[in-house]
Each structure stands twice: as structure tokens, then as C-alpha cells.
């Protein structure tokens, strides 16, 4: 898809891989991770040849962005003294990708509902927890990053861009060599500091990220394309087909091979 700009929006996989490009970068999206896209700000769209996609992005109407902004961040006598402010600038974030957390996986999911039956009022209501949700994501991953150990904001800031651009790495090429050291360098930071500032953004190790954005990503894999499962686990960046086998069993409870057979049975 070439490029546009819309409101607010975030970019959802319920099957397959899809690939946003955004302000330069590419933003590698799978079930379990979304994308975030600021109002106004331009974007393309890609998928591989061959597999089987669903996207789900809802995109929110920007008085109701400023809204929820203006809510969540002035005193509540103001909101009460003044119930809408025409004025309010629209909030910006990074376009960035975020794990999906628990809550906002179930609102994604009553949203898309939702939306299939129908129901305006529980659209709206669903719509409005999304929002609510993602805000909170972005609040959560600023909060972390306010918390890292450098004394200027601008430090900070940058601290987290560089973190990112690890993270869309090990999105968009998983097969890549992604130890420390690797990571470290995309990031143009020293191992032992990028292992830090890693951890106390995202909340795990980066080789603890890297697995399960492989093996989410080998089960993507599985349930939307014909690819072998010896092939699905070099393509993921497994070093021997024994080793993904094990690591997909310890993660979803079956190996790789009953997964890929579950998916030819449900075919018509």
C-alpha cells in the first residue's frame, strides 16, 4: 500500500506479519506486538508474498484523542470548569512497537466484536478502553524511560530511541545475528549499558526478548503459511531444528509439528 496519513491509529496482526513503514523505519508487526502511528503522520504498508493476514487497526478521531490527553493530564477542577478546550494540542508519540499487554489484547479482541456485530454503543465503549489502554502503554514505556539513570530529559529521550531501534531490529530481522554485541552496535551503545537501559524499558533480558519474538514469530509462521517446520526455524534464527522444537514446546505447550498439523486439519 503506498503511502498515507490518517488519524491516530494503531497497527494490529491477528495473523501473519505485516510491515508499516513509518518516518524511515520499519515497523515488522505480528500477533502479540502493535505498532503505534501518530495523527497525520504518513505511512506505507507490506506483506510478504504467500502467507495468509488479518490486520485490525483501529484508528481513533482526533477530538477524541485530545480528549482523553487533556483528561488524563490536567487537574480535574479545570475539566469541570471548562468541559472541552478546542485548544488542546493533539498529543505525539514515537511511532514505536509495543508488546501487547493482557488487558489491551482483550479490548483489541471485544472491540473487533464489536465491530462484527454491529453494536455501536459497545463499539464505542470498546474503543474508548482501547485508547485508554494504549495510553497507558505509552505512559508505562515514558515512565520507564524518565526512570533511567541520566540527569537530562534529552539524554533520556535518546536513551529510549536508541533502545527502540534495537527493538525494530530484532522485529525485522529475526534471523539476523542478535547477541549482545550485535545489539549493542545497532543501538551505538557499549554491551553492558545497552543490556541495562534494554532491560529497565522493556522488562526482560535481550536474549530473553529475542526468543520470544522468534518463537511468536515461528507460530505466526505456522499458522499462516505452508512453510516446513526445519524451515520456519531457520528463518526465525534457530541455530538446529532440535533446539526450536524444544524451545516452542517449553513455550506453547506442543511442538511445532502438531501446531503445523492443527492448521492443515482446520483448512476446508
Not at 481513533?60 to 482523553?68: C, G, I, K, N, T
Not at 533520556?156 to 554485541?181: F, K, M, N, Q, W
Not at 550485535?182 to 534494554?198: K, T
Request: charged share 25%; net charge positive; aromatic share 8%.
Amino acid at each position: 500500500m503506498p503511502g498515507f496519513a490518517g488519524p491516530l491509529s494503531i497497527k494490529c496482526m491477528r495473523r501473519g506479519v505485516g510491515r508499516w513503514r513509518v518516518d524511515g523505519r520499519d515497523l515488522a508487526v505480528e500477533p502479540g506486538v502493535v505498532a503505534l502511528v501518530n495523527d497525520g503522520e504518513p505511512y506505507a504498508f507490506d506483506i510478504a508474498p504467500g502467507q495468509s493476514i488479518e490486520t485490525f487497526c483501529p484508528f481513533f478521531r482526533s477530538e477524541l484523542v485530545r480528549d482523553a490527553d487533556r483528561t488524563r493530564t490536567r487537574p480535574v477542577g479545570d475539566l469541570l470548569d471548562a468541559p472541552s478546550d478546542p485548544g488542546h494540542k493533539m498529543p505525539r508519540f514515537r511511532a514505536s512497537l509495543h508488546p501487547v499487554p493482557v488487558r489491551l489484547d482483550r479490548q483489541l479482541g471485544a472491540l473487533a466484536g464489536a465491530l462484527a456485530d454491529d453494536c455501536d454503543a459497545a463499539a464505542e465503549d470498546a474503543f474508548i478502553g482501547v485508547l485508554d489502554s494504549v495510553l497507558d502503554l505509552v505512559a508505562a514505556r515514558e515512565n520507564a524511560t524518565h526512570d533511567l539513570r541520566a540527569a537530562r530529559a534529552a539524554t533520556r529521550t535518546e536513551l529510549a530511541r536508541r533502545v527502540g531501534r534495537a527493538v525494530e531490529y530484532i522485529h525485522a530481522c529475526p534471523a539476523s545475528r542478535l547477541d549482545l554485541a550485535a545489539l549493542a552496535h545497532v543501538s551505538a551503545m557499549s554491551p553492558y549499558h545497552f543490556h541495562r537501559a534494554f532491560r529497565a524499558l522493556i522488562g526482560l533480558s535481550p536474549a530473553r526478548y529475542v526468543t520470544s519474538v522468534r518463537l511468536r514469530r515461528a507460530r505466526t509462521l505456522l499458522a499462516s503459511t505452508d512453510v516446513s517446520v526445519s524451515a520456519v526455524s531457520l528463518e526465525v534464527g534457530f541455530a538446529s531444528l532440535g533446539s526450536f522444537s524444544s524451545a516452542f514446546r517449553r513455550a506453547f505447550g506442543k511442538p511445532p509439528s502438531a501446531f503445523a498439523s492443527s492448521k492443515k486439519r482446520r483448512r476446508p
